[in-house]
Structures are given as C-alpha cells and as structure tokens.
C-alpha cells in the first residue's frame, strides 16, 4: 500500500512539473501570438464576429465549462449556472481513460459510488447514501433506465460507453423536474446521433485478468444528418464476468466466479428525426448468472435476465420565438430480475411490467431574462406475474396503477443573481402524493461562480413496494437538500471547484424480512448525510488532469439501522467518507497519450460473516488504491485507434460491499461483499469511417 | 496531496483566465463604424469616437485608432466626463459604470446623428441604439434599437442587423 501511495505522489508531481513548466512559457507564446494577431484581429470579417467570445478565445477547458446543458433545468444553462452541482463528463474524456464500462466513467465523479444489492447485481450509491432502488435516475436519451419494479438500474459491463457522446450528472436531487426516481442524483447518458458518427463507427474491447477473460464486446453505429433529416443505428453485444475471484458468501462457503458470473450485454438503440419530430427504440437485454442468492450461495449458477424495451415520440413545436411546447409519448416493457422456471435454483421470478407516459412540457421566455418551464405528466404502470399460482397483493396476477402531476419552474436572470424556483406535485392512486418545491440561486462574476440550493426530493414506491408493503402500506420518501458551490477558474486552462451539502431523508422505503423470509418493505426512521467535494480541473496542449475529492458524514444525524454502522456513527454502510479521484491525459507523441485514473477509497464498513449464533458481523475494510494505465494511439490510418491498457494495476481486488442490512436478524442475513473485476488487462481498437460531406457549389 | 497539485498547478500559475476580452468589443465597435451610414455631414473628417466614463476599453479603442482608419478617416478617441462634451462624437460608448444616465442621455442627444453603444446589458432598450449582451455559452452579441437609430439619422446595414438581435 505503502508503494502505491508513493508511486501516485510521484506521478502527481510530474504532472504538476509538465503543467508548471508550460505555464511559465505561455507569457512568450503568448505575446508572440498577441503581436501577430494584432495585425489581422481587426481585419476580420463581419461574419466571423459571430464566433466571438466576450471573455476571448475559449481554452478547451473555457468551452466545457460554458457549455450549455439542460438537465438540471429543462432550459439550456452553462455549466458553472446550472441550477444543480453538476459534472459533465466528455466521450473525449471516456475514449481517453480507456473505462470499461460506466462504472469506470462514474468512479470518477465526485459523490458516486457502488455497492452490491443481491444476486450479484451491483447499484448506485450517491454521497454516502445507497441510492440502487429508484433514488438516482438513469435517463439515456431521455429514456428512464430504471426498471419499474423495484426501481433499480443494473451496472457492470451493461451499457453501451463507446457510443456516448457527453454524461450530465447531477449530484444532488431532482424530483422537482423528474419525479420519484431522482431523488438523490440524476445521471443523463446522451449518446452521438446521426450528426456526430456521420458515418460508420465500429469499436471493440477485450478484457483478461490472470486467470480468464473479463469482457470481449463488439459496438456497432451509423448514422448521418442530412438537412433537417437525422437517423443513427447502434448496437452493442458482448460477453463479460463480473470477476475471476472466489465469492465467499456470510457462512463461509466460496464459489468461483469464473464462468458463473456472466454480464452479457446486447444492445440497440435507433434514433430518427425530422424537424422537430422524433422517434426512439431501445432495446435492452441483459443476461447475467450468478450463483449467490441473498446471504447464502446455490450449489450451481443460474440465469437471471433484465430485459427492456423502450419507445418514444416526441414532437419539439416551435409555437413562436418564444413559446416552444413539447408533447411526448413513451412506452417501456420489462422484464427484470428475470429467473426462468426450470433453470432455476433460487425462486423463479417471471414478471413484467409496462409503462406508458404521456408528457407534454412548454418554454415560454417572455424575456431573454426570464424563462418559464411548465407541463404535465400522466403515467400509467402495468405488471404481471406470469408464475402459475403467483399473485400480487391484491389476490390477482396483475396490478395496475396510475400517477399524474404537475410541474412549473421559474427562472429569472438578473446581474446579481439567477433565481430558479420550481415545484413538481405527483399524485399516485395507492400512495398518494408528494410535493417537491425548489430554489436556488446561481451566477458567475468572471471567474468566480456561486451556486446556492435549498431542493426537496422524495422516492416512488416502485410496482414491488407497494406489492411488499403489507399492512401498514407504503409512502414515499422525501428528502431535503441543501447545497452551497463555490467555484474559481484559475487560469484559462484551470479552475477549481468546492461544494458542501447536507441531505435529509425522512421515512426511507426499508427492505426487511418477516417471520422466516417473507420480502418486506416499510418507511422507517430517517438517513442523511452531509460533506463536500472538492475538484480541480486543467485542460492544456499536453492534456488534462482532474482531481475530485469527496466527503461525507453521517455523524450527529439520524440513522436508520438498515445503514448505520455501530463501531462509526460518521460512516453509513458499504462506503468510504473519503474517496479521491485522478484522470488524466497526457500527450507523449502527436497520436500517442497516456491515460492514468485512479481511485482511492478510504475505510468502508460492510458485513461478511456471522457469528456462532448465527448475528451478521461487521467488519471494516482497509483502503484501496485502484490505479488504472492506458495507453491510446491514433494510427496513421484515418479514423483507426487502438488503445492498451491495464486497470487495477497494484491488483487491490476491490469489492462491493452491501450498503444496507438488517442487523441483529438471523433470518434476513447480509449479502457478502462481491468480488469486482482484479488487475484486468485491456485491448481497445475502434474505427469511424466518415461519410463524404455532401459538396455544395 | 491535493493542496500540494493544486499550489504547483493553480497558484504559481499566472492568472490570465477568464476576465472581460475588450479587444473583442472594440472589434465590434469598428464594426458598428463600418456598417453604420451617417448623414453626410458626419461622414468627413476625423471619426471621433467618445468614451463616457471609465471603461478598459479604452486602451483596446486607443489601440484600434493607432493601427487603423476608417474609410481613409483617422479615428479619434476621446474620454469625456460630461454628456455635453459628447456634441462632436459620432460613436458614444457609454461605459458600464455611467449606464444610469443613459435615460438623460437619451433626451440630451435626441435627433442628433450620435450612435450610442451601451457596454451594458439592456441599455439598447433604454434608449442606447446598439448595446452589448453575453449569452448563456459567453457568445458576444448585442441588441439593436432600430427606432432609436432611425431617430437619430443613422442607417444600419442589414448585414449588420443580421448579427444582432433587434429589441423593438
């Protein structure tokens, strides 16, 4: 552990070195640059005022952070304004670190992290809170990943990253736009379309640890924009492991995780629009096997499948300048958790549920200053257990509910200040209401920026919520946040970022078992956190850095005991209050770059055994250092790259651990931490052959 | 060991970031100079160009007159501390610190064939002709007044309204 410290501080300073160093020669650069512009700045034609800046020719890192995005207010803001604390990860900055899959992008950003649920299936956690059921949206093109029966989404070698264009994520809540998934975070993946492949782009990665293979996925797309007319085809399919190790479940009994711990990813997504017409597709099949079941292990794997199928039409009508209203349809179809009858050893779970939503949204800027975002919402949820003999808890084999609600934001720009408020009101037939208001204020002085945010959020019961409820019945959870970023650009290649925040769950939907197993889910008690990140940011000609460091503490506040951890009252189960990140970028050669990542986890708690009477006990788990290398070439061949690498290079082993238990029970015992993938060796290659651009005379 | 990154990265690191470009604007400026047509009478002699107020414009505008002409006129930049001292201007730039007066502005130079520039956001809705405005992805536009420009005898070349974005 020692070594690796060392070998990150060294690496640290040679690239605080190579930075400083550049820095001390840009005054020439730049006043040889400034002398030669002088002559022909004021030449410039009138068009070319058009790609004016009014803070000078943006660095790369001044574009990033004055891009536009939406996701944390419906209407387009840039980064440092945004109504959220927000991170945008690039597919520049995705291609770059070599990641495998989106765990690897997500580990990255500042807050995320990830735990084991059940069955080998690994979540989200957001700062310190475990967010896998319906606490932290996934949208991809605006499609809500989430599976609608327990809420959850499923990571490891599962989505397809080659394709991503950028990933908005927001760090904190988002119900007040996105209703009862967003509690904690929202995490919106856009993929390129048919304008930016502009051709045929293929890519494939092939993973192998010391003892076996770990992924070996193949990505497919094409697309193209001609005049108003777009389209794009994707596809993923792959075969991957979630580990080559040994899981040892609480009583002690140890399976080997090759050949029994499949993620198989198949993949497709097609896009086409016209104007301001556009439709969707995206089809989602995740095969995994696994031979772990909660606590205990089976005598041999089994399949266990999630399978989705999302659809939408959407029409963008641009009433005026400045009323545009948008009416949207969507429909998905899943099938999660998905254990076949006869190929089971844990009980077969054979159930689907629909969603359909119809959604219609208006912008109106009545100024260039003020801008109001309003609309309505209905869904209507359907799922059906197709086991002989199964039911729901209304005695039938199928259930079906609805939910409407109402949303409106308000957001005014003056010189001092931005002022967003908004409120989002949803009204579900079993569980009735929740109202989220919002408020925040944000700005950016030159280089300085500011964002100040007080937001309520609260979780949906999911289908298998309410199915589980019993008696008492279920009701969402609402919690309040509230966050204060402060943010100073550095330099015209760097700025640094620190942001604290102070979570507030109230009546969290708990899982628990009764009598001698019976699934249970109820509101109890309260969690939270509070704690900061920090990040800095450099983008210059020899590459980027980015280093991000997170906090949280539970210390002082209310815990509820599916999360508390006895021996720490600052810590919540399964992960680290510290946790710091590195990504990086370095140009060696013209086409040549070396890419290192890293993470560092301080202690996490988790529990991995029980007692001789049969009590889960805890235990605490030692930092881990998770060091990445790759290397990325562009060939001299057009559009052709390949790329090299190894992550978890000091092979630490990692392991998620389960964020939540129900301690003191010797009926609903912890699931085990789950080995990760160890020290993994990758082989990228990918090609994009570019369609002639259409030649105008 | 962030601290440390941050010390040998940030704080040695000369601060040049992202602080007001007025070398843009002043490009803009000489562009509303070009593409703006004054009476006859205005269109001879020097183009002088007055600054109301402080503004780090004026090194950039001082720069431009030293480096370039328009239309074969020298371009004379003056500051002036006064709304009467603007009576030989062709081009007021009314600098952000004095944007309140651009309502007395207004009525003092009414008729007359000055193009008031408004280095503040809004003021081409208060009685400037022309004023600059930073959108949300710090793209540098500005509005126009086309009343007020027809108010005060000047002409605007559509090329130029194109760019801009008209408020009345």
Redo the contacts between chains.
């Keep these: 552990m020692k070594k690796s410290y060392k070998l990150?501080?060294f690496i640290?300073?040679i690239s605080?070195?190579v930075?400083?160093a550049q820095?001390s020669t840009?005054?020439i650069a730049?006043t040889d640059s400034t002398k030669k512009d002088?002559l022909n700045?004021?030449d410039?034609t009138?068009?070319q005022?058009?790609s004016?800046?009014?803070?000078?020719?943006?660095s790369e890192l001044?574009k990033l952070i004055?891009?536009?995005i939406s996701v944390a207010s419906k209407k387009?803001?840039?980064v440092r304004?945004s109504p959220s604390i927000v991170t945008l990860v690039t597919a520049e900055e995705i291609k770059n670190s070599g990641a495998r899959d989106l765990i690897d992008v997500l580990r990255l950003v500042p807050g995320v992290d990830f735990g084991v649920d059940v069955q080998g299936v690994v979540g989200i956690g957001m700062r310190g809170n475990w967010a896998h059921e319906g606490k932290v949206l996934i949208l991809l093109d605006g499609q809500e990943m989430n599976e609608i029966l327990y809420a959850t989404t499923q990571f490891g070698n599962h989505f397809p990253i080659d394709q991503i264009k950028k990933i908005e994520i927001i760090r904190g809540p988002g119900s007040a736009i996105y209703g009862g998934y967003a509690e904690y975070g929202v995490i919106n993946i856009i993929t390129k379309q048919g304008g930016d492949i502009n051709g045929v782009a293929i890519s494939g990665i092939y993973g192998q640890t010391e003892k076996d293979y770990m992924r070996r996925n193949i990505n497919l797309s094409a697309g193209k924009k001609l005049g108003d007319f777009e389209w794009s085809v994707s596809g993923m399919i792959g075969q991957g492991q979630r580990s080559d190790q040994n899981y040892t479940d609480v009583h002690g009994n140890s399976y080997s995780m090759i050949g029994n711990s499949a993620l198989n990813p198949a993949f497709a997504n097609i896009g086409v629009s016209y104007k301001g017409l556009s439709f969707r597709a995206i089809g989602d099949f995740y095969h995994t096997s696994t031979q772990d079941g909660y606590d205990a292990i089976y005598p041999k794997p089994y399949t266990q499948n999630f399978n989705s199928m999302y659809f939408e039409l959407k029409y963008l009508w641009k009433v005026s300048n400045k009323l545009t209203i948008t009416p949207k349809l969507n429909y998905k179809n899943q099938s999660p958790w998905k254990t076949p009858q006869g190929d089971s050893i844990d009980p077969s779970y054979l159930k689907t549920a629909t969603r359909s939503t119809a959604n219609i949204t208006a912008s109106y800027n009545p100024t260039?200053k003020i801008n109001v975002v309003f609309g309505g919402e209905y869904y209507r949820d359907m799922a059906v257990d197709k086991l002989p003999g199964d039911t729901f808890y209304n005695g039938k084999q199928s259930v079906s509910f609805y939910n409407y609600a109402f949303f409106v934001q308000g957001l005014i720009k003056t010189?001092f200040v931005n002022i967003i408020l908004g409120a989002r009101y949803d009204k579900h037939n079993v569980y009735g209401d929740a109202f989220v208001p919002r408020v925040g204020l944000t700005k950016k002085f030159?280089?300085f920026h500011f964002k100040a945010l007080y937001s309520n959020s609260f979780r949906a019961p999911a289908i298998e919520n309410i199915d589980y409820s019993g008696a008492n019945g279920i009701h969402p959870e609402r919690t309040q946040v509230g966050e204060l970023e402060l943010g100073y650009?550095?330099?015209?290649n760097?700025i640094?970022t620190v942001n604290f925040f102070d979570i507030s769950t109230k009546n969290p939907i708990i899982y628990y078992t009764v009598g001698a197993g019976t699934d249970a889910y109820t509101n109890q008690g309260r969690t939270g956190t509070y704690g900061l990140e920090?990040e800095?940011r450099?983008k210059e000609k020899w590459g980027y850095?980015s280093?991000n460091?997170s906090f949280y503490s539970a210390a002082g506040t209310q815990k509820s005991a599916a999360y508390r951890v006895a021996q720490d009252s600052s810590m919540l189960l399964g992960f680290a209050s510290h946790k710091?990140n590195l990504n990086a970028s370095i140009n060696i050669l013209k086409n040549l770059s070396l890419n290192p990542s890293g993470t560092f986890y301080g202690p996490r708690w988790g529990y991995n055994s029980v007692d001789t009477s049969g009590v889960a006990q805890l235990h605490k788990f030692s930092p881990v250092i998770l060091f990445n290398l790759f290397l990325k070439y562009n060939t001299p061949i057009t559009g052709l790259s390949i790329g090299v690498g190894v992550y978890d290079l000091f092979n630490q082993q990692f392991v998620f651990i389960q964020p939540y238990a129900q301690p003191g029970s010797v009926t609903n015992l912890p699931h085990a931490p789950l080995p990760g993938p160890p020290r993994e060796f990758i082989f990228r290659l990918s090609y994009n052959f570019n369609f002639k651009a259409k030649t105008t005379n | 060991m962030l601290l440390l990154f941050l010390f040998l990265n940030g704080v040695s690191a000369k601060c040049v970031a992202q602080d007001v470009d007025y070398k843009a604007y002043t490009l803009f400026v000489y562009n509303f100079m070009k593409y703006v047509e004054w009476p006859e009478a205005q269109s001879k002699g020097d183009f002088v160009v007055c600054i109301f107020g402080e503004s780090p414009i004026q090194k950039e505008l001082a720069g431009l007159a030293s480096s370039k002409k328009l239309k074969g006129r020298n371009i004379i930049i003056k500051n002036i501390s006064k709304p009467e001292d603007a009576a030989g201007c062709q081009l007021l730039y009314v600098s952000a610190s004095k944007s309140g007066n651009i309502k007395a502005l207004k009525d003092q130079m009414m008729g007359k064939p000055i193009l008031i520039v408004g280095e503040r956001e809004g003021l081409a809705k208060k009685g400037a002709e022309l004023s600059f405005v930073t959108m949300d992805d710090d793209e540098l536009k500005f509005d126009i007044n086309k009343k007020e420009i027809e108010q005060h005898q000047l002409k605007i070349s559509s090329q130029l309204i194109s760019l801009g974005i008209v408020v009345n």
Excluded: D, W
């Design positions: 990150l501080l640290f300073l605080s070195y930075s400083y820095e840009n005054p730049v002088t700045y004021y410039m009138i068009e005022l058009l004016l800046k009014a803070h000078g020719v943006p001044e004055n891009s536009l387009p803001l840039n304004e260039r010189r030159n280089r650009q550095i330099t015209h760097s640094f920090a800095y450099m850095i280093v460091y710091v």
